[in-house]
C-alpha cells in the first residue's frame, strides 16, 4: 500500500528554528508537495521537489532524498501566523496525489 | 480576480437528503479535483475530472457523483447512500499537461448531516 508519515503534532516557539519530517512509501515517485492549511481553511501552496536537494524560499525550505523516501520542511524565524497544519503530499507513478495527514504546528510566545 | 469558488461555506441537511455542493473556478484550468478532509486525517480523493464530460473515481467514489459538462464547474453531490457524510469538503483545480502543476484550493464547504 500507499503510505506517507508525518509527526501529528509539534510545538516551536516564536523567533525559532522548526523542522516537520515527511517520509512516504509510494508506488513510484514523480514529486513531492509541501502545503500549508490554517483551520478550516484551503490548503495552500509552499513547495515542490522533484530533485535530491534543498530548495529555499524565504523562510521555508524543502529537502528531499528520494534514495530515503524522505523530505522535510524547514521553518525559519517563526511567527505567531505559522501556527497551522504542514501537509507532505507525493504525485506517484499514476501522476495522483497521495497525501500524508498533515501536521499540526503549534507556536508559543 | 481568478480563482476557485465554492458555495456555501457552510451547510446542514438531514440525513437521507442528497446535497449538492458547488465549484467553479476562472482559472482556465483542465482538471478538477473533489477530495474530503476529516479530523487527523489527509485529504482523500473522491473524484476528479480532466476534461468537460469525462471524469473518474477516486478513492471514496461511493456514495458521491460529479458532473463536468463546462470546464468551470464540477459540482459534487453527495448521496443518501453516504454512509458518513459530514465533513470538509475541497475542490481543487490545475493545468493539465505533462509537468505535474500545484494544485489550487477553493475555500472548502463544511457539511454537516443532522
Known amino acids: 500500500g500507499q503510505n506517507i508519515d508525518q509527526p501529528t503534532e509539534m510545538t516551536a516557539t516564536e523567533g525559532a528554528i522548526v523542522q516537520i519530517n515527511c517520509t512516504y512509501q509510494?508506488?513510484?515517485?514523480?514529486?513531492l508537495f509541501w502545503y500549508q492549511q490554517h483551520a478550516g481553511e484551503a490548503p495552500t501552496f509552499l513547495s515542490y521537489?522533484?530533485l535530491d536537494g534543498l530548495e529555499e524560499k524565504g523562510r521555508f525550505s524543502s529537502f528531499l532524498s528520494r534514495s530515503k523516501g524522505y523530505s522535510y520542511l524547514l521553518l525559519k524565524e517563526l511567527q505567531m501566523k505559522d501556527s497551522a497544519s504542514y501537509l507532505c503530499?507525493?504525485?506517484?507513478?499514476?501522476?495522483?496525489?497521495?497525501w500524508g495527514a498533515g501536521t499540526k504546528l503549534i507556536i508559543k510566545p | 480576480d481568478g480563482g476557485i469558488t465554492q458555495s456555501p461555506k457552510y451547510l446542514f441537511r438531514k440525513e437521507g437528503q442528497n446535497v449538492t455542493l458547488s465549484c467553479e473556478q476562472n482559472?482556465?484550468?483542465?482538471?478538477m479535483y473533489w477530495y474530503r478532509q476529516d479530523p487527523g486525517q489527509g485529504l482523500r480523493l473522491i473524484y476528479y475530472?480532466?476534461?468537460?464530460?469525462?471524469?473518474q473515481k477516486g478513492d471514496i467514489a461511493e456514495g458521491y457523483s460529479v458532473s463536468r459538462e463546462k470546464k468551470e464547474s464540477f459540482p459534487l453531490t453527495v448521496t443518501s447512500a453516504q454512509k458518513n457524510p459530514t465533513a470538509f469538503y475541497l475542490c481543487?483545480?490545475?493545468?493539465?499537461?505533462?509537468?505535474?502543476?500545484?494544485?489550487?484550493f477553493g475555500p472548502g464547504t463544511r457539511l454537516t448531516v443532522l
Open positions: 521537489n522533484v
Open positions: 481543487a483545480s490545475t493545468l493539465a499537461g505533462e509537468s505535474y502543476n500545484e494544485q489550487f
Open positions: 475530472s480532466q476534461i468537460v464530460n469525462d471524469f
Open positions: 503530499a507525493v504525485i506517484d507513478s499514476n501522476y495522483q496525489l497521495i
Open positions: 509510494t508506488s513510484g515517485f514523480n514529486g
Open positions: 482559472l482556465n484550468h483542465d482538471a
